[in-house]
């Protein structure tokens, strides 16, 4: 029993690597979350230090002599094994493809990058960022051709967050979206302040807000024996296991949107790390999917269950205790209607759910076409602006309100953005099932969340990364992912709530 040796050795070096992820997380949640300014210095390089021990695994001739002898022995193996084997060897050949040389070049380029974007930003002087910007893009341009693909370079850099997801399907799902979502977003335009949010921006206790959130993810089923809840800068979710998941939220004193829906949203991604399957948690398979299909179940707790009517019913009058001062006087009706104002705006993290998919479509379309060299980056500013004004009728007044808002091209991250629309499809199209097997509507005026939770959990949750993005959807909806439901979500409830 060759293979059995085989197989003991590769998991053994595996759990090594699983340890120094584990602490390489912690370092890093501590310093989001507590770690004074200046502890990067010397955590930075224990960072570098367990992701060389990492590599160094990986790339190990014993270790890989194991695997490939496995890789040959395939049928031998049970599921969960057979699909660690295989995951194994594709980050391996993934990471054996890049010359080590550009690689270092490119991690010392990234870390140079973030501060110069900040300063740009900052100073709204996109000039200073080009070169850098210019300098990944190439980077980028070489990586798609190391790691080669079928049909477009930007295949490439998709596989690296979504598995399986192409540039063919993803053009038929965007053209989709803005052929039916463009209009209706221009025609809410003209309607500006038929609702209003006002009353969601007036002096909200912090103090009162940190105890609603904990309240609010308890009632989503969030389990704080097995998780926590802190505050950050930027909101996060970390599963380093499904018995220690940590979230953030943050809280503004005169909004109460981002604490609520953001406690809400990384409530949706820290539930399914909770949720994870017993017999592969411990394993590497034993965390959430892609991006698309974690961004899926934040943002279906976050907008089809939270900003549902349905949701409210029986915990909007808690709200209105914890907060007399602000709601006493208003109506579930106007509540609801405010949460899901929609407006035209510049900044993507703070669009609302309809135009939302907006700003992906043209961050999209302007990373495959740099990728494919078909525009230059020192046209971004220009290109940029048009298209803004094409898809939601606004032009940014700066570069810092435009193409500078964001940090992920100067983190190198191209191929990502696509995932935050595709989970909000993803979202539609899970709860579009949910709504044929469960009764919804009833749960939720109910308060009787753990229905949904357990539903999740028994089709999307428990598989972790067992099953690959398609396949998992394929379970979860019978269909691969597409944009019919989540079209006809958006269109048929701002229909109503703006009378278009
Ligand atoms: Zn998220």
């Not at 808002?405 to 953005?417: N, S, T």
């Amino acid at each position: 029993m060759k293979y059995q040796e085989a197989l003991d050795y590769v998991i053994n070096k595996l759990e090594e690597l699983s340890n120094y992820d584990y602490a390489s997380s912690i370092i890093y949640w501590d310093l989001e979350t507590g770690a004074p300014k200046e502890g990067i210095r010397k955590a930075s390089k224990v960072l570098g230090f367990y992701s060389g021990e990492s590599h160094k695994i990986l790339t190990d001739h014993k270790f890989n002599k194991n695997l490939d002898l496995l890789l040959a022995n395939l049928d031998l193996l049970d599921a969960i094994h057979k699909k660690i084997v295989i995951e194994t060897k594709k980050d391996i050949e993934n990471i054996k493809k890049i010359p080590l040389h550009e690689y270092k070049e490119y991690s010392e380029l990234l870390s140079k990058a973030q501060p110069v974007w900040a300063e740009a930003r900052g100073k709204n002087d996109f000039s200073l960022f080009l070169p850098y910007l210019e300098k990944i893009i190439k980077y980028k341009q070489n990586y798609v051709n190391y790691k080669g693909y079928k049909e477009h370079p930007y295949d490439a850099v998709l596989d690296d967050y979504e598995p399986g997801i192409t540039v063919k399907q993803l053009d038929i799902f965007f053209e989709d979206l803005k052929e039916k979502l463009v209009p209706l977003i221009l025609k809410i335009n003209k309607k500006k302040d038929f609702i209003s949010d006002d009353l969601l921006k007036l002096d909200y206790s912090v103090e009162k807000q940190k105890d609603f959130s904990i309240f609010i993810a308890k009632y989503l089923g969030f389990d704080f024996e097995r998780g926590l809840l802190k505050e950050s800068a930027h909101p996060f979710s970390m599963g380093l296991n499904k018995y220690d998941v940590r979230m953030t939220t943050r809280y503004f004193s005169n909004d109460l949107q981002p604490s609520l829906f953001g406690t809400i949203h990384e409530s949706g991604h820290s539930i399914y790390e909770q949720n994870i399957g017993e017999d592969i948690w411990e394993t590497r398979l034993g965390g959430g999917n892609s991006m698309g299909i974690h961004e899926s179940q934040s943002r279906l707790y976050e907008n089809l269950v939270a900003r549902s009517l349905e949701f409210w019913i029986p915990i909007y009058p808690k709200l209105q205790e914890v907060f007399p001062e602000n709601l006493k006087d208003v109506t579930l009706d106007e509540f609801y209607k405010a949460i899901n104002k929609s407006q035209s705006d510049l900044i993507r993290v703070e669009a609302d759910e309809l135009t939302y998919s907006l700003h992906i479509i043209l961050r999209y379309e302007i990373e495959k076409e740099l990728i494919e060299g078909k525009i230059r980056a020192c046209d971004l500013p220009k290109i940029w602006n048009e298209r803004m004004e094409k898809y939601l009728g606004v032009t940014p007044p700066n570069d810092s309100h435009g193409v500078l808002q964001d940090v992920h091209w100067a983190a190198g991250l191209f191929g990502y953005f696509p995932s935050y629309a595709l989970g909000s499809a993803n979202a539609s199209q899970i709860m579009n099932t949910m709504r044929d097997k469960l009764d919804v509507d009833t749960i939720l005026k109910e308060g009787r969340l753990e229905k949904i939770k357990e539903y999740l959990g028994e089709n999307i949750h428990k598989y972790g990364k067992l099953k690959d993005p398609n396949e998992i959807m394929e379970i979860a909806t019978g269909e691969t992912p597409n944009s019919k439901y989540y079209v006809d979500y958006l269109i048929d409830k701002y229909s109503k709530l703006y009378e278009v």
